[in-house]
């Protein structure tokens, strides 16, 4: 775990190029700008090439696309690949909507992407194991979710992020697991669609490991989770977010050594 590339990221301030969704965008580009990357957010295809010639890393997230959009991300994808730009993908809710799976899958089979970051719902769904998956949320299962993400990550190629109380994060072959976090990030719509975007700024200052840089990602941003919720002495989930956007600015590599769980 290369929990330095924290520093990289302020040192270097990537710029995380983002389809998002209406429901948590302002939330994605000030986690992304508390982190120390730069956010831009693009809803027009017609800027995509000019919009990717100047990003470090592209982040899609299917939160809530539009026939117009879907061109749009594909416009994205596609010219992520042909700029060599790290690429992560946010399936949201495709174990929920079978809709959603396919217009995902599609996606998918016309643009490589280099992460995929979803909850144990969606990744099940993208492995084509039976889940029990609610709306946005993970829903339930009893599958070994290590061997749902692998499975994931075989059939796409890629890096897979299964999320949750325990984070795995898998190339297919090889599994890292992060500990750290809080139940409080359930209390707020949109951590997972910053997780994926800051993933993505973490890509940025990679050099092409996406796999170590998914799993610094999860690393950091779940502590920094953690590192709200133990000083607050309540379930406040309206403090929790503000003080989130505070941590990911203020929080240290020191800070996260100190309590960093993962194997
Ligand atoms: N029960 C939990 N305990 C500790 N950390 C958690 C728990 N559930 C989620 N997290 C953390 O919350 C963050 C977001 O992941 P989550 O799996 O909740 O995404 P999501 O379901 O896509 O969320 P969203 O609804 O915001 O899109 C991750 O850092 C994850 O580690
Ligand atoms: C609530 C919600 N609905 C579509 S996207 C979204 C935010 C979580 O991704
Ligand atoms: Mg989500």
Not at 32 to 51: C, K, Y
Not at 87 to 101: C, F, T, W
Not at 124 to 139: E, N, Q, R, S, T
Not at 231 to 242: H, I, K, S, V, W
């Amino acid at each position: 775990m290369k929990i330095d590339l924290l520093n990289q990221i302020r040192q270097t301030n990537p710029v995380v190029l983002n389809i998002s969704n209406f429901v948590t965008v302002q939330d994605v580009a000030n986690g992304i700008n508390a982190i120390g990357a730069s956010p831009i957010m693009s809803e027009e295809i017609g800027e995509t090439d000019e919009m990717v010639g100047i990003s470090n890393a592209v982040a899609l997230n299917l939160g809530a696309f539009s026939k117009p959009q879907v061109d749009h991300i594909l416009a994205m994808g596609k010219a992520a690949n042909a700029q060599h730009k790290p690429l992560v993908i946010d399936p949201v809710a495709v174990g929920a909507i079978s809709y959603r799976k396919k217009v995902a899958l599609d996606l998918m089979n016309q643009f490589q992407v280099d992460v995929i970051r979803g909850n144990a719902g969606e990744i099940a769904a993208l492995a084509d194991v039976a889940w029990d998956a609610k709306g946005i949320d993970a829903g339930s299962g009893n599958q070994d979710v290590v061997e749902v993400a692998k499975a994931a990550a075989k059939k796409q190629h890629c890096v897979v992020i299964l999320s949750g109380e325990t984070d795995i994060i898998t190339d297919g072959q090889h599994v890292a697991r992060v500990f750290n976090g809080t139940p409080l990030f359930q209390l707020h719509v949109g951590s997972g669609d910053m997780l994926s975007s800051i993933v993505g700024a973490f890509c940025a200052v990679s050099d092409g490991d996406y796999f170590e840089a998914a799993q610094t990602a999860c690393l950091v941003f779940a502590s920094i989770g953690q590192i709200v919720a133990e000083q607050l002495n309540e379930e406040r989930p309206g403090t929790f977010a503000a003080r989130l956007m505070d941590e990911l600015h203020l929080a240290s590599v020191a800070d996260i050594e100190k309590i960093a769980q993962f194997d």
